[in-house]
């Protein structure tokens, strides 16, 4: 029976056993103070009290924990659990795992099933032990009931501060700022607010676009449409904006955008939008590798870009560092495509994959001194630059010291077989105009982590540390100089890891797979 099944585990039989950690406060604000440290200390002493070795693994969240699907590193927890790359789960208490009582049994239940055990280090609970039970239903219940009350609790302090003050609530926008006792919303003079008026009067002109002018005032384009659309900065509050109770009053400080400039720009963002056969009966595009996809160069994102009609990936980190912001999208998911077409495998290639699995280590590796220097030196430099804080600084220094955990994934010959058929017919199904875009960026995002561009050509495939790296290292053997744990380990080879590879034939038509 796995451990993460036992009904009467004591904090004594974890010893030995791999541990990861999970942090999360519910604002940037929280994460700022003491919280995330609080948690950390309390992790570590507990491990350190029972004998539990770091995988090397931590999962920091700063969201409301009513909802694990805005929960980015929950979601990437829970893959690396089902992938196998810790046994024990560290939470300060149930609070930081969920305070939705759904969620908070179906995701325990999941990471059970996956072999592993959820420790509250503050109340030493085991999660699924019968003795405590019902205490654990009992704190997950009142975790919930807690969002609950203060939930009602803020609605209706928003709705007094609306009724007395015309105030909606929410963050300041560009240029605003809350002050006094009661912390209301006005505009505050000063550079903030001249680059927010410099954008209303430029767009005014006609001649601007939206991605021209972000660029210009050093905006992106999602917070540059959000000044323009505004009504605060014409002088209006809104409450409840879009929902059947909607309300809209004068606001409480004198517009800080003439009111007639504010209508001329709203009037031209609409005859853009009717020109560009914008609005509702507009097609939705499709973009089912935009979440995978970083630049080679700088590590920025994408988004999708609909513009004229096109469906076009465009680089979001602005300005952009090569030729052309924005690719076809079409050109690069051609090129995945492409890529999977050529994994074809036998069964006497599986079987050379599984034995090859079945020698991989987890054996913790100390960090390459030459990255390891060139990734202090990043952080530093935008610790100086203000890309991030102190806390993150600190954190992501920390990590940097720590060991790299090596993948393990447990060979199952039919799981195997089940991923070399996925792999093999995705190529053919991705083409398939009857195939639904989500069932497209479904399969996409099991199989791969991440895709690195370069312009428009695919340079570098992540795959996610599971049977699909085996067979995709294994598929292109020929064209790697290396392929270690997450990929197929040739005989000769006495590396474990699967480390930035360089291709020997082909370089045009087969991206790099890295590790």
């Not at 010893?15 to 700022?32: F, L, M, V």
């Not at 003795?131 to 209706?156: M, P, Q």
Request: aromatic share 8%.
């Amino acid at each position: 029976m796995s451990l993460a099944r036992a009904v009467d585990l004591r904090p004594e039989d974890l010893a030995g056993r791999r541990y990861a950690g999970y942090i999360r406060e519910s604002t940037r604000g929280q994460a700022d103070r003491y919280g995330p440290d609080l948690q950390r200390a309390e992790q570590e002493r507990f491990a350190e009290r029972y004998g539990l070795p770091s995988a090397g693994l931590e999962y920091v969240d700063l969201v409301s924990g009513k909802d694990t699907l805005r929960r980015t590193d929950f979601a990437r927890m829970i893959g690396d659990a089902e992938a196998g790359r810790f046994e024990v789960l560290l939470c300060y208490d149930t609070s930081r795992f969920a305070r939705n009582v759904a969620d908070a049994w179906v995701y325990r239940d999941r990471l059970a099933r996956a072999g592993i055990v959820v420790v509250f280090c503050a109340d030493t609970l085991i999660s699924g032990n019968v003795e405590t039970y019902e205490l654990e239903g009992l704190k997950t219940v009142s975790d919930a009931a807690y969002i609950r009350r203060l939930s009602r609790n803020v609605s209706r302090g928003y709705e007094q501060k609306w009724r007395l003050f015309g105030d909606p609530g929410g963050h300041p926008p560009a240029g605003f700022a809350r002050a006094g006792p009661r912390q209301l919303l006005g505009p505050v003079e000063g550079p903030e607010l001249d680059r927010v008026r410099r954008a209303f009067a430029l767009y005014a002109t006609g001649t601007w676009s939206d991605t021209t002018l972000a660029d210009e005032l050093g905006f992106t384009e999602a917070g540059l449409a959000e000044i323009l659309t505004n009504p605060l900065y014409a002088g209006r509050a809104i409450r409840h904006k879009g929902h059947p109770d909607e309300e809209e009053r004068a606001a409480n400080f004198a517009a800080p955008v003439d009111p007639a400039l504010f209508t001329r720009v709203a009037q031209l963002r609409a005859q853009r939008r009717t020109r560009h056969g914008g609005g509702s009966g507009y097609p939705r595009r499709s973009y089912p590798l935009v979440r995978l996809l970083h630049c080679a160069d700088c590590e920025s994102p994408y988004h999708g870009n609909a513009s004229a009609g096109g469906r076009r990936v465009r680089h979001t980190r602005r300005p952009h560092c090569g030729r052309f912001a924005s690719q076809r999208a079409e050109l690069l998911e051609e090129q995945v495509a492409a890529l999977m077409d050529g994994v074809q495998l036998g069964d006497d290639d599986l079987d050379q994959v599984f034995r090859a699995m079945r020698r991989g280590t987890t054996a913790p590796l100390a960090p390459d001194p030459d990255r390891l220097r060139a990734a202090r030196a990043e952080l530093q430099r935008r610790l100086t630059e203000g890309e991030i804080g102190l806390p993150a600084f600190n954190r992501d220094w920390r990590a940097l010291d720590r060991p790299i955990a090596m993948t393990e994934t447990t060979p199952d010959a039919d799981r195997l077989r089940r991923a070399r058929d996925v792999l093999a017919d995705f190529g053919s199904l991705w083409r398939d105009v009857a195939v639904p875009d989500v069932l497209r960026e479904g399969a996409a995002t099991e199989i791969f982590e991440r895709l690195d561009i370069r312009g428009s050509q695919l340079v570098a495939v992540h795959p996610r540390p599971n049977e699909n790296a085996w067979l995709l290292g294994y598929a292109y053997r020929e064209k790697l100089e290396l392929v270690g744990a997450r990929g197929f380990e040739p005989p000769t080879s006495s590396s474990r890891t699967m480390r930035a590879t360089k291709l020997r034939h082909a370089p045009t038509e087969v991206p790099v797979l890295q590790g």
